[in-house]
């Protein structure tokens, strides 16, 4: 169980650790193809500025001046003999050409230079100016996208976590008052019997096999109500045994509890030959409290309770089928969380423990797969002894 869990945790903080640098991956490919964009846009600017000049075309120049230099959207600034010609997409409170506006911008462009080399211009093969520039203010808003991710993440992570936390102590809470329910309902017969036979001792009746005997019954159920208890919380040693004997054993223990009045019929339909691997007592219990269900759920004490099994492939089908008053279909899927229950008094632990067995005990499972008043099915699997 401890490994299954440390499984789990190295699975998600993997997942984390995937999630975190997929995030900063898919960033940077952004950012680096706006990054291409403004240097190709900067390169063809100063080849064009570059020829204009060259060419001395009017029509050359104005179209550098008027349509190229206008369609730049990221910050940019041209010199020339150390003077700054042309300044764009730059936001300077100061008046420009001031000696604060002046200082600023050489300020910038040796920030512009530590990341992007300057183009040079040429006249007649002679360096007269360069365009220096800088990422788009897109870029900039972008690095910060995955720490803000990230962030949201965290807090969605946080509080998902307290809400789980809050939901699992309520869980927690539920499953103690059920347990504690539980156990005095499972002591309290055999304990009362008991009282009942101590006081018959001490009146001297004369029937003392029968009483003998009949304590004997109770303290052994006792010690069974103590085996299950105690192998509820642990991994027992599952062993081999035969799921038809375990069936019949608790059909006949149910039998016996019924009432003189009852009409309901226990069936069961299956084959002596299939064995699994598992915990007698607890499977016992499952099954005790499948069947305690199923006859609470008969309206009047008047319907049949059928089990069938069956086995398929590499494990064993076990259907409960009873003729009861049935689920609610939006209750299905709450009918294995600790606290839920359709009884007036009931306690909600008994179909959350059947799913501990099942599930992660014997590895198998357990199922509401139908319902309606007069038909309820409950179906388990188990892995057969193999």
Same mark, same amino acid.
């Given at each position: ?25 898919? $960033? ?11 240097? %190709? ?19 050359? !120049? ?17 010199? &020339? $003999? ?15 050409? &001031? ?17 992007? +080399? ?29 720490? @803000? ?25 539920? !499953? ?10 499972? @002591?309290?017969?055999?304990? *009362? ?32 109500? %103590? ?43 299956? *084959? ?10 607890? @499977? ?8 305690? $269900? ?46 839920? *229950? ?8 008994? @179909?959350?423990? +059947? ?32």
């Amino acid at each position: 169980m401890i490994e299954k869990y440390l499984n789990i945790k190295l699975i998600l903080f993997g997942l984390f650790i995937s999630i975190v640098t997929g995030i900063f991956s898919l $960033n940077q490919i952004v950012i680096n193809q706006l990054r291409n964009e403004a240097v %190709s846009q900067a390169e063809h600017l100063a080849t064009s500025y570059s020829n204009a000049i060259n060419s001395m075309e009017q029509d050359d !120049i104005r179209f550098v001046i008027d349509i190229l230099l206008p369609s730049i959207k990221f910050p940019m600034i041209i010199t &020339s $003999n150390d003077e700054i010609s042309v300044v764009l997409n730059l936001n300077i409170s100061d008046k420009v050409g &001031s000696e604060a506006y002046n200082k600023k911008i050489w300020t910038l462009i040796k920030k512009m230079d530590q990341v992007f +080399v300057p183009l040079d211009l040429v006249w007649n093969n002679v360096k007269w100016g360069e365009i220096h520039y800088s990422d788009p203010q897109v870029v900039n808003r972008l690095k910060w996208i995955p720490y @803000l991710e990230l962030l949201f993440g965290a807090i969605f992570v946080i509080i998902a976590t307290w809400g789980f936390k809050v939901i699992n102590k309520s869980e927690q809470r539920m !499953i103690y008052v059920g347990m504690a329910k539980e156990t005095a309902h499972q @002591l309290g017969t055999p304990i *009362s019997s008991l009282m009942g036979w101590v006081k018959l001792i001490r009146e001297d009746k004369s029937d003392t096999d029968n009483i003998s005997l009949s304590m004997e019954q109770d303290i052994q159920r006792l010690s069974e109500i %103590s085996k299950r208890f105690s192998k509820i919380g642990s991994m027992p040693k599952l062993k081999k045994l035969s799921i038809d004997e375990l069936i019949i054993e608790n059909i006949t223990y149910m039998k016996n509890r019924l009432p003189n009045e009852s009409n309901i019929k226990i069936i069961y339909a299956g *084959s002596p030959n299939i064995y699994i691997k598992g915990d007698w007592v607890l @499977l016992s219990w499952a099954f005790e409290n499948l069947l305690k $269900n199923s006859i609470d759920a008969i309206i009047n004490n008047d319907g049949m309770i059928k089990i069938v099994v069956i086995q398929k492939d590499s494990f064993v089908q076990l259907d409960i089928i009873d003729t009861g008053k049935g689920i609610i279909r939006t209750d299905w899927n709450k009918v294995f969380n600790p606290g839920y *229950s359709s009884k007036v008094r009931g306690w909600g632990l008994g @179909l959350s423990l +059947v799913l501990r067995i099942f599930e992660e005990i014997h590895d198998g499972s357990i199922k509401l797969i139908f319902s309606k008043p007069g038909k309820t099915i409950f179906r388990v699997q188990i892995p057969i002894f193999i």
